[in-house]
């Protein structure tokens, strides 16, 4: 057995994890085609390298089958019940920051607030016969939040593709999403709440809390726990 390392499969993600270890003498390269999900560690003995999705490393994490993993809080908070209890956050990475937020039509110009939007979602309703829909991904982060700030009157309707395109495209009156920049909701004609994001995520390496290890593995942890000096 060996620790197992994982990190996201392609793209800038990849690159800037692949950057964040190499910087701390821990080697990640990814080995075989394009379409291989193959990589190597140089730098600590008994540690794998997993190439996965992001949106993957959260599950393999809380089932044990991955010892670290680094994804992003927002996609470990999402699909993760009591998160705490699976995985311990160790080092936040410095990339991949983006806030979760809800945004309205920017035309809503007495909407500002949560407090203005649970009036919105009551006229919505009354005027419609139906609740206003809120167009997401994060059901689970969205529906609390929504609670927390006094929200009654509104339904989340899933979206898998580009969430700030269900407003023009009439499947929605609201969206909550994961933004950086804002300029995708300002190019939509949308406005972000003025309220405290839904979360503030980064990329950040995970451990997961299931599998028991023994020396070797333990060993191992330590070594490369040390290098990373976390």
Avoid at 28 to 43: C, H, K, M
Avoid at 66 to 82: F, M, P, S, W, Y
Avoid at 169 to 194: F, P, Q, Y
Wanted: proline share 3%.
């Amino acid at each position: 057995m060996s620790i197992k390392l994982g990190v996201p499969s392609k793209g800038r993600l990849m690159e800037k994890t692949f950057d964040w270890f190499g910087a701390r003498g821990v080697r990640l390269t990814r080995t075989g085609s394009e379409r291989e999900y193959s990589g190597a560690v140089d730098g600590v003995e008994g540690v794998d390298l997993v190439l996965l999705s992001a949106g993957e490393i959260p599950r393999e994490l809380a089932a044990g089958r991955i010892h670290l993993g680094v994804t992003g809080t927002d996609l470990i908070r999402e699909k993760l019940v009591q998160w705490d209890q699976k995985v311990e956050p160790l080092a936040e990475l410095g990339f991949g920051q983006a806030d979760l937020i809800v945004a309205v039509p920017a035309c809503w110009a007495d909407v500002n607030t949560l407090d203005d939007l649970d009036a919105a979602a009551a006229a919505f309703r009354e005027r419609h016969g139906f609740r206003m829909r809120i167009a997401t991904k994060y059901h689970r982060l969205i529906r609390e939040y929504l609670r927390r700030g006094g929200v009654a009157d509104y339904q989340l309707v899933d979206s898998q593709g580009a969430t700030e395109g269900t407003v023009k495209n009439l499947t929605a009156e609201a969206v909550a999403d994961i933004t950086s920049t804002g300029e995708t909701l300002r190019a939509n004609h949308l406005k972000v709440l003025e309220e405290e994001p839904v979360l503030r995520s980064q990329a950040t390496l995970f451990r997961s809390r299931a599998p028991r290890l023994n020396e070797a593995d333990r060993l191992a942890l330590r070594t490369l726990s040390a290098k990373l000096r976390v």
